[in-house]
């Protein structure tokens, strides 16, 4: 299959061809006709499987007829992240060169000046992110009623972030007469409802089984016998000394350990910098731009704000726990192994990840072998036996009330509640499993110090 059996103008071959593509991948050989057709398209393939060009190349050649007029958008494509949002924008730019499009990007943390000048001047595209698009249209900045095309692109992240919600609001505000395209990894049962609420007879296109981990990751898991964040990070380092790691993304389930991680990798000699929600905008553009340029060799990422980032050839995958999510398990080793390059993931796994751990391995249905660097075994007996006490203590009551309860109970809630709460800001969620209801039983994980003083 070649481009220009899809039915893309000349111009936008030319575009693609500069682009350096040879084939169309799956998703764009299937999508990219029914777009051309006016067709609703619901289009499912897992992450880094091209979903972006298989939708911004039909919609700009939809869009190379007709003007634009102040305020109203022609068409609307909604992103869960700026970032997300400003690589779809390049993406227009890359294809568009040929076309005379007009574009603009609501997202938050940019000025709103330019955009409104845009705004006024007409756009041919708006691409946004749900929150930024409802605060400028209640504003009365924007006009919604001239949206021919919508695109919902990850899906799946949305709903992770809560923001079906504000899709189904916008949805309202737009025509009815509209096509309305639909992108995610995965489909779960909220998003098929999206879809047949806001889309009329759409063809759905399922370009691999949704969200499989590519046959090219190698998958490994390594097993520590305690659950303490400094053991964590010193099997981190060893994991990733052990190997020769060219570019890697370090994997946390928190914003606060994405920060820890990479402060500590840095001051163990590593080229390491973290990304995440709260980082100011500026420092994450200028963080993902380096490390695409492979001036950074490690990124160390939230779920959320490495979700569908455009990284290409990344050699290397590490968890520093399991996700609270399986999905995002084949989100994250997603990352690596594309376009038929080899790839490993590594993921830390301590007895209290067990649950997450075996939902992983339901998820990928594959074995994962377990990886122990040389000599780590010995490093961590080593750490101090405070360590790994405190935390063998902490787990045997843990087990305690899990058997006295009938329900597992990792971490004290109200722990738990504060850590939410300092974790949780902007639009980046933690994704951790929810707190169990119920009141602590005994002393919940904080045991007073003279209650461990030998008697
Ligand atoms: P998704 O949205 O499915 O996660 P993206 O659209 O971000 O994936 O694309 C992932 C990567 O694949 C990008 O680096 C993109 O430039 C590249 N890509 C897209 N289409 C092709 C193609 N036809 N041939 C080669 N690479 C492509
Ligand atoms: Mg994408």
Known sequence: MTFDQLGLSEELLKAVSSAGYSEPTPIQAQAIPSVLSMRDVTGIAQTGTGKTA??????????AHGRSRARMPRSLILEPTRELASQVAENFEKYGVNHKLNMALLIGGVSFGDQDRLLMQGVDVLIATPGRLI??????????????MLCIDEADRMLDMGFIPDIEKICKMLPPRRQTLLFSATMPPEISKLASQFQTDPKRIEASRPAQTADTITQYKVELSMNDHKARRTAMRRVIESRDVKNGIVFCNRKSEVDIVAKSLSKHGHDAAPIHGDLP??????TLEKFRN??????????????GLDIPDVGHVFNYSPPPNSDDYVHRIGRTGRAGRSGESFTLVCPEDGKLWDAVLKRVQKDVETFMPEGLEDE????????SSRSSKSSSRGKEKSSSRGKERPENSSNREKSRKSDRGGNDFDLLPPAPAGPVVGLGDHVPAFLQRPV
């Open 380 to 387: 961590l007996k080593a750490l101090g036996p405070s360590s």
């Open 294 to 307: 492979g001036e950074l060799k490690l990124l160390v990422a939230s779920d959320v704000a490495a979700r």
């Open 135 to 148: 605060d400028q249209f209640e504003r009365g900045k924007l006009l919604l009623t001239g949206v021919e």
């Open 54 to 63: 298989a939708f911004v190349l039909p919609m700009i050649d939809r869009l």
């Open 281 to 286: 905008q500026a420092y994450r553009t200028q």
